[in-house]
């Protein structure tokens, strides 16, 4: 223990006291108990303790919110409903073949996305992002310039999504995790507001952009777009947090360790043995499935209601308006409420948003659609990342996270690719709204079904996780 001992004079033996004996079996829970000592005296790394760090927090924020703003499904999938139309019309490829890109891509998304959580546990999450953006936009550039029939598309278009795969929120949640625990729900919150911008600007810019250009020099200036806000904002904007690193002010030694919380997390192996997990995996693969036919489908129906596509494209500044609210609001509103009741009542809300589709497409029933999905869709991601942070820990939040994500984004795939099918069976999405408002429902009431006690099974030991 005399490693110890030099750390702190209140932890030595009396002066002429006899030699003390070594007792091996308590050893780890002395250690443990000074170094909590330790923590309480010496201020962690925190936005809101006066720190120098302060800026490099707040800056790793700004950045991760503008790599969520220009994310591969801001960029592809909420878009590509403006796309579809004039695919099919400057191609003739059928409207089901085209939609079934979606669901491929997301599907490699998905695949990818434990592999991307542990690469930032391994590598951290700048190093991720360094390439994260710039190779989404290769894959969104080869979209456009090599797609000559319906397969080369959905291979390329399948590809574009590969190539984004880390351009997820997976490093970006991480990154913001490790440098905000108090008012974690309140940062993530803020960085995902700027996803939700996404949401708003990429739809009705694409748009804009297929009408000046064409779709596939639209795909093109897409991918120049993500190269111009990713390379600098991860270069000088994302910072990995100081853990366990000793920073040095004028007068005083702190040292810059991270709260208990942050030392604590399942593994992966763990986390998956839980009944928490499974709720949260599946309720979100049907929200997503819910959210992502939601968005893709809206500028369809409106433009089969007559409706030119620059026009169309303005719902989802709608659901992206929404988004950006739900995501500010709702990750401040995570620090205070229970966080699968608050889940859960959104997620009724998106149930609602398809009742009112399924009750006919009008001027008063879309818009109210709109918002509601954008709820949704801004709210479920904070939460998804909150409770994945505080169920499981952070010490492998990018696995346990990247393990979610996988639901989330293979559900995102799923819905356009479902809502598609539906449609070329029955001639109209009236059958695929009602079935959504169903899963939804599910996926609402599945979430009641989390304790509060699970909110803190990070503080568990593993034989304890596993009873749970």
Request: net charge positive; aromatic share 10%.
């Amino acid at each position: 223990m005399n490693g110890y001992l030099s750390i702190d004079k209140r932890f030595a033996a009396p002066e002429g006291a006899g030699r003390m004996p070594v007792v091996p079996r308590t050893f780890a829970s002395e250690k443990l108990s000074i170094q909590r000592e330790l923590i309480k005296e010496a201020p962690a790394v925190s936005p809101s303790s006066g720190h120098p760090l302060r800026r490099q927090a707040r800056c790793v924020v700004i950045g991760a919110g503008l790599n969520l703003f220009l994310g591969t499904g801001q960029v592809l999938l909420f878009s590509f409903g403006v796309f579809v139309k004039p695919i099919v019309e400057s191609t003739g490829w059928s409207r089901a073949d085209v939609s079934s890109a979606a669901l491929w891509g997301q599907l490699l998304v998905a695949l990818a996305s434990p592999l991307t959580g542990l690469a930032v546990d391994r590598f951290g999450a700048r190093r991720v992002a360094r390439f994260a953006g710039p190779s989404l936009g290769v894959g969104v550039m080869l979209v456009g310039v090599l797609s000559n029939s319906p397969q080369s598309f959905t291979f390329f278009f399948a590809l574009s999504f590969l190539f984004g795969a880390a351009q997820v929120p997976v490093p970006y949640v991480k990154a913001v995790a490790d440098w905000h625990e108090k008012r974690l729900g309140l940062a993530l919150g803020s960085a995902m507001i700027l996803s939700g911008v996404g949401v708003a600007v990429f739809p009705p810019l694409s748009a804009a952009l297929i009408n000046a250009f064409g779709w596939r020099h639209a795909y093109v200036a897409l991918a120049i777009i993500v190269w111009a806000v990713s390379i600098p904002s991860v270069a000088f904007l994302l910072y990995e947090a100081p853990v366990g690193k000793v920073r040095k002010q004028p007068g005083v030694n702190r040292v810059a360790t991270p709260d208990m919380a942050a030392e604590r997390g399942m593994t992966l192996g763990h986390a998956v043995r839980t009944r928490p997990f499974w709720l949260i995996a599946i309720s979100f693969f049907l929200l997503s499935v819910v959210v992502g036919a939601g968005t893709h489908v809206l500028p369809i129906v409106l433009s089969d209601f007559g409706l030119r596509t620059q026009s169309a494209s303005f719902v989802m500044t709608i659901v992206g308006a929404a988004m950006m609210i739900a995501r500010f609001a709702f990750g401040a509103l995570l620090d205070r409420f229970s966080a699968p009741h608050l889940t859960a009542l959104v997620f009724f809300g998106a149930a609602l948003a398809f009742m009112c589709l399924a009750a006919g497409i009008s001027a008063a029933t879309v818009p109210v659609a709109a918002v509601l999905i954008g709820i949704a869709l801004g709210s479920e991601v904070d939460s998804l990342a909150y409770l994945a942070s505080r169920m499981f820990g952070r010490r492998h939040l990018g696995a346990v996270y990247g393990t979610l994500m996988f639901c989330f984004s293979f559900g995102l795939g799923c819905g356009p690719a479902l809502f598609g099918e539906i449609y070329a069976r029955s001639g109209s999405y009236h059958a695929a709204f009602e079935l959504a408002a169903g899963l939804a429902a599910i996926a609402a009431l599945m979430l009641l079904g989390i304790r509060t006690a699970d909110l803190h099974g990070a503080t568990q030991r593993p034989s304890d996780a596993l009873e749970a």
